[in-house]
């Protein structure tokens, strides 16, 4: 079993919906980050968090650390949202070292 | 500011070839790491450095060199390929530190290609 599980793998989706994506993980952690990456290639950092929630734009990130568990919500999805999203989470004991989930593609339909 | 630069952006290689990926970080990270990613897997560490002198090995350092010479670049070395590290490969940076409040930047990525 990963120490990072992403839910779903895949999501389709029309535009304008809201859209929620799950991470589990197994491991004490200090932090847990949301990424971004592009068709392209490059990848982006959307969020970091330890506690609570976070919101940037029209991307929402929250974590329950007692039940090790974090979702990436995005309100009113475009189809310029479509991309794979990569949580990973930096364990309590590793220093700066991240543990990534397999990642979550998006697609977002006109 | 340009971020993490990798070079190059793709490359083919024959099978016992060696090669240096490059990685600058104009940011003055101390924390840098290289990743391979390959489908249907996250991305998974090859070897990190914590600040100029010093590396240490990640979950799938076989095949792989690095060093850090200086604070801003950390070249992976592959020694003989192979084609099972045909990938794509990205190097990171971040502040060092044990605590939750320190971004990852990531580079472009090379496309390498093992025949």
């Known amino acids: 079993k990963n120490e990072v599980e992403q839910s779903p793998q895949n999501l389709t989706a029309q535009e304008g919906e809201f859209i929620t994506i799950n991470c589990s993980y197994s491991?004490?952690?200090?932090?847990l980050h949301w990424l971004q990456q592009h068709p392209g290639g490059g990848i982006v950092s959307l969020f970091m968090l330890s506690s609570g929630k976070k919101k940037h734009g029209r991307l929402i990130a929250t974590i329950n650390i007692q039940e090790k568990h974090s979702s990436l919500h995005i309100t009113a999805s475009h189809p310029r949202d479509s991309a794979v999203y990569i949580c990973a989470v930096k364990a309590e004991t590793s220093g700066s070292r991240l543990t990534f989930g397999e990642g979550t593609q998006l697609t977002v339909n006109p | 500011n340009a971020g993490v630069t990798q070079t190059p952006k793709f490359q083919v290689l024959k099978t016992g070839q060696s090669m240096t990926l490059q990685c600058a970080q104009d940011m003055n990270h101390e924390y840098m790491s290289w990743y391979r990613q390959d489908p249907g897997m996250g991305l998974r560490l090859i070897h990190y450095s914590v600040g100029a002198g010093i590396t240490d090995q990640g979950e799938v350092p076989n095949g792989y060199n690095v060093s850090r010479s200086t604070t801003e670049d950390f070249p992976l070395r592959l020694l003989s390929a192979a084609p099972s590290q045909t990938s794509v490969y990205f190097c990171a940076s971040s502040y060092r530190g044990g605590g939750a409040d320190q971004p990852q930047h990531f580079g472009d990525g090379t496309r390498l290609s093992i025949l």
């Open positions: 491991v004490g952690i200090s932090a």
